[in-house]
């Protein structure tokens, strides 16, 4: 396995532990910080990306196709796993957010849809499918990225929705 796909691979299962510890973590919610993360894990994947380019890496149609397609099942996840999230407000008015077992469940699908995609478009292409290396590897932290910032933005959405309801006086 080449070096860069041992990166990709290295940086991509540390993405998703961190995702999930913060996902399961009770945090203080607000609209304004729910870029930095996908941010971050943004411009890696398009280091990543570039690093298997440059490097001669093989790009292949069925591989283009499957890293598309990834990024729809991406961001289509984001909202219903958004939904997963429990938000409350406490009694000095700050909201407070928390995973659950259906984000975490949620979350495996949307691994395993990457997954899956990455091994069984390329052959329809005529091309060898392959989740832990090439390409896909290269864009597994983009994946990512699309993946947690649609959420975030939908939980923003979400959190400002709660905030409306909890103004509107009894």
């Known amino acids: 396995m080449a070096p860069a796909t041992v990166t ?7 993405a998703v532990v961190f995702v999930l510890y913060r996902q399961l973590r009770t945090r203080q919610l607000t609209s ?3 870029a930095r993360v996908p941010l971050i894990t943004a411009v890696i994947g398009i280091v990543e990306t570039i690093v298997y380019v440059q490097g001669g890496g093989p790009i292949q149609i ?3 196709v499957a890293i598309a397609v990834g990024m729809v099942i991406a961001a289509a996840l984001a909202y219903p796993r958004a939904m997963t999230i429990k938000v409350w407000q406490d ?5 407070f957010g928390q995973g659950t077992i259906r984000t975490i469940m949620m979350w495996i699908v949307t691994i395993g849809a990457h997954i899956g995609i990455s091994l069984l478009i390329p052959p329809l292409f005529g091309e060898q499918g392959t989740a832990t ?10 994946f990512i990225a699309v993946s947690v910032g649609l959420q975030g933005y939908f939980g923003a959405d979400r959190l400002s929705r709660h905030q ?7």
């Open 164 to 170: 409306a309801r909890a103004r509107v006086p009894a």
């Open 133 to 142: 290396g090439g390409l896909e590897s290269a864009t597994l932290m983009l």
């Open 32 to 34: 304004t910080r729910v």
């Open 91 to 95: 009694a000095q008015g700050v909201w």
């Open 8 to 14: 990709s691979i290295l940086f991509g299962v540390v």
């Open 62 to 64: 069925g591989h283009v």
